[in-house]
């Protein structure tokens, strides 16, 4: 004879264990009992309490999970500076990560000029009792705190600046911005950075700088930004005066601000000058000329840093991951050296 399975009971609201209970002739506990995994349970016992679930369509919430395992099903991401653009585009890859992996992602921003912000963080996802973190923290005194911060359970430090293994994507990143310019014939670069005290500016300065410097050519002006646009254009009155050709600005908010001091000093672009972002913002694309921009791959770098995580947590090796590398947009504010 063939049994056909009931469809679960359409409910207005979720069933609850009572439900679950009511339904098999048993307890609430005997059911919380099943859900832990407890043994000794009669057989037709379980069987009822089995069909009971199936037919009401319950699903136990995380909470029971975690009672059941042990295991919380739960990550934090502590982010300093959440919705300037690289690490907003880092959580979307790591929250859509931890959700196919059945996870859920609590994210806290920090003050980037308050330890005591991290410090509750930490206390905020412990009471959480979360089962791992990621920190994004960007600046060096926001990472001293987080690197100082005891903690019992794994941590992942900054996955956007440098490859989970410890070297830096973001230097091959910014290389391929020099790299683009030498090929256009340029030898004479301006050099925009963030504020040093930026895990990510030193970084795309130095990728910058040592692609230049292994190729033999110079790099006649550095100028430290703030990221704004109002530093970029500060910083093209003295590259100008510096007779460089090409510019590499390390975000995209100054590289606009640079191609808008050039136009007022008369200096066009790319005729005159080059000019390259990083980030490749939306707005990038609406600029004239477009801006030619660096798009790194920081959703990868969510998802990648949420898979080692996970492997931490569960004591297994560290997943194989995907190239996490960048590539150039190639757009009208770079030509030819003249």
């Given at each position: 004879m ?6 679960p ?10 439900d679950?209970?009511?339904?098999a002739g048993?307890?609430a506990q005997t059911?919380s ?6 043994d000794?349970?009669r057989?037709?016992?379980r069987?009822r309490v ?6 009401l ?6 909470a ?17 500076e959440m919705?300037a653009?690289?690490p ?5 890859g790591?929250t ?10 609590s ?7 308050s330890?005591?912000?991290?410090e ?15 920190a994004?923290t960007?600046?060096?005194d ?5 690197q ?16 989970l ?7 091959h990143?910014?290389?391929l911005?020099a790299?683009?310019?030498l090929d256009?014939g340029h030898?004479?670069?301006?050099l ?14 130095d ?9 033999g050519a ?8 703030d990221w704004?646009?109002?530093s970029?254009?500060v ?5 100008a005066?510096?007779?460089?050709t090409a ?5 995209d908010?100054?590289?606009i601000g ?5 136009r007022?000093?008369?200096?066009r ?6 000019v390259v ?11 004239a000329?477009?801006?030619?921009t660096?798009?790194p ?8 840093a ?6 931490l947590?569960d004591?297994?090796?560290p997943?194989?991951?995907?190239d996490?590398a960048a ?6 504010s770079t030509?030819?050296?003249?």
């Amino acid at each position: 004879m063939t049994t056909v399975p009931h469809a679960p009971v359409e409910r207005e609201k979720p069933a609850t264990v009572h439900d679950v209970a009511a339904l098999a002739g048993v307890s609430a506990q005997t059911v919380s009992r099943l859900l832990k995994g407890f043994d000794g349970i009669r057989p037709e016992t379980r069987l009822r309490v089995e069909t009971a679930i199936r037919e009401l369509g319950y699903r136990p919430n995380r909470a029971a999970q975690l009672l059941r395992t042990r295991k919380s099903y739960r990550l934090g991401a502590l982010v300093h500076e959440m919705f300037a653009y690289g690490p907003a585009r880092l959580l979307q890859g790591a929250t859509t990560a931890a959700r196919q992996a059945g996870y859920s992602l609590s994210i806290v921003g920090v003050d980037g000029e308050s330890a005591a912000s991290v410090e509750a963080a930490f206390d905020t996802f412990q009471e959480e009792q979360v089962a791992g973190i990621i920190a994004v923290t960007l600046t060096d005194d926001v990472r001293a705190v987080v690197q100082h911060r005891s903690s019992e359970i794994p941590v992942i430090v900054d996955p956007a600046e440098a490859a989970l293994d410890g070297t830096s994507h973001v230097e091959h990143d910014a290389a391929l911005a020099a790299g683009h310019l030498l090929d256009l014939g340029h030898r004479r670069f301006g050099l925009l950075s963030g504020p040093l005290g930026w895990l990510p500016a030193r970084q795309r300065r130095d990728g910058f700088l040592a692609a230049v410097h292994r190729a033999g050519a110079s790099v006649e002006a550095v100028t430290e930004g703030d990221w704004s646009p109002e530093s970029g254009e500060v910083a093209a009155r003295r590259f100008a005066e510096a007779g460089v050709t090409a510019v590499f600005a390390a975000n995209d908010a100054m590289a606009i601000g640079c191609m808008h001091g050039f136009r007022q000093l008369g200096c066009r672009v790319p005729e005159d000058v080059s000019v390259v972002g990083f980030d490749a913002i939306p707005e990038s694309a609406y600029v004239a000329p477009g801006l030619t921009t660096i798009l790194p791959a920081y959703e990868d770098e969510g998802r990648a840093a949420v898979a080692t995580l996970i492997a931490l947590i569960d004591g297994a090796p560290p997943p194989v991951l995907p190239d996490r590398a960048a590539r150039l947009v190639h757009r009208g504010s770079t030509a030819p050296l003249p």
